[in-house]
């Protein structure tokens, strides 16, 4: 008997870089998910509810809107406040990772990425929702 076929999980992937989203998504689409993309965080939360996906990907260091604030808009909105976003960023001090989890990132993937790590760290928030590094 097969079993039905499972949609992929979807995961937005949001950085102003073209290579690093254009990386980003093709990793994650050769792991099995539906990645989407975005170059900023301005209109993030009426694409989130129009696309619904179920975990953010979050470059820190956009153009307007920085990756924090952000992720503060989506965590005080009752309708995003529940999907995972894990912080990328090429800021690597301790303190930077600090700052991403206080903002309301689960976790923090530092640039350049470790694309066995990135899928990983996806995978490990997907199916463990509401863990903390």
Known sequence: MNEPATDPRRVLVVDDHPDNRRLACKVL????????????AEGLAS?????????ILMDIELPGEN???AVLRLKSEPATALIP????????MPED???CLRAGCVDYVSK?????LLVATVRKHLENPGTVK
């Open 112 to 116: 350049p990425l470790d694309i066995h």
């Open 67 to 69: 990756g924090y604030d």
């Open 85 to 92: 976003v894990i912080a990328l960023t090429a800021y690597a």
């Open 97 to 99: 990772r600090q700052r």
């Open 47 to 55: 694409l989130v509810a129009r696309e619904r996906p179920e975990l």
């Open 29 to 40: 689409r050769r792991a099995g998910f539906e990645p989407i993309e975005v170059d900023r």
